[in-house]
């Protein structure tokens, strides 16, 4: 039996041992996942033992996406480009590679009916999330991106390293507590936590009087999963406005990871079953 986990802190709300489960069984995997709840001054025994107990890969979440990078010795473009890891195969000679399967999760989350090919979008938040989407944007062709934030002057570091990764667009830094006028937007983007379960549920990053001001096909993508609707996409949903939320996201990023670690492709449907089950 393959063994895979998670590793993070805190870890009580993951749903990946459900939906990866699930993924193992649609292409007949006979492997076990654990959730592995590890402290970051811990960070290097759980490595350590990762190797020494035989494990085919890992997953990695808050707050060890970006210091895991440390212990592999090669890693993915998409890795690379957003400064985090959050997938990592164990080759046979424990040697291991890195991976970024947000971007993937992300960009597959997005219908193929909706064009992003030379549009603007908006991004709410700076945080490790707001780095793979824009990678993910940038793939689909995003020429201008509006970054929303609570502290222009803190994220200028950001700033600064976007535009020097991805010189063809155009980046504008706007503060979050001002967001007035998006009509130029033809996607927002939440990364906030505004609206999850358990952080500001009752609250929403974006008032309904500024979604007013969003053309009628654009769309409002929140990667919250939990609520299923945030208030910002029940807003949205009110307006008339296309939304996505954070539950396909999650779930593709899980199958690009067992594609990374198999080389097969899990079913998609059993997993979100699977993770709508438990939520």
């Known amino acids: 039996m393959e063994k895979f986990g998670l590793i993070g802190y805190p870890l009580w709300h993951s749903m990946s041992a459900v939906i990866h489960k699930a993924g193992f069984k649609s292409i007949a995997i006979n492997a076990s996942y654990e959730i592995l709840e590890t402290n970051p001054e811990n960070l290097v025994d759980r490595i350590k033992s990762f190797k020494r107990e035989n494990y085919s890969g890992f997953n ?16 993915d473009r998409y890795a690379d480009i957003t400064g985090a890891i959050n997938t990592v195969k164990i080759n046979p000679d424990k040697t291991m590679k890195g991976y970024n399967t947000d ?17 603007t979008a908006a991004i709410l938040g700076t945080g490790g999330a707001s780095r793979a989407v ?12 509006g970054i929303y934030t609570r502290s222009i002057p803190n994220s ?9 990764k991805f010189s063809e667009i155009t980046f504008n830094a706007y503060q979050i507590d001002r967001v007035r006028d998006l009509s ?7 990364t906030t936590p505004i609206g999850m379960l358990g952080k500001a549920a009752d ?3 974006v008032d ?19 609520p299923k609707k945030t208030i910002l996409l029940k807003d949205a949903e009110n307006l008339g406005l296309r939304t996505i939320n ?16 198999f080389g097969k492709t899990p079913s998609f449907s059993d997993m979100k079953i699977a993770l709508l089950e438990n939520l």
């Open 208 to 226: 309904r009087s500024a979604l007013k001001t969003l053309p009628n096909n654009s769309t409002v993508y929140d990667i919250i999963y939990n």
């Open 60 to 75: 990695v979440t808050i707050p060890h996406k970006v210091p895991v990078a440390l212990f592999v010795d090669d890693i």
């Open 134 to 145: 824009v990678m993910g944007l940038v793939d689909k062709g995003i020429k201008e991106i």
């Open 156 to 164: 200028m570091d950001y700033m600064a390293y976007v535009r020097r």
């Open 203 to 205: 609250m929403t990053p």
């Open 103 to 119: 971007v993937l999760g992300f960009k597959r989350a997005i219908p193929d009916d909706i064009d992003l090919n030379g549009k």
């Open 184 to 190: 130029k937007y033809n996607i927002l983007v939440n």
């Open 246 to 261: 954070g539950l396909d996201m999650l779930v593709y990023q899980a199958v690009s990871a067992q594609e990374i670690w």
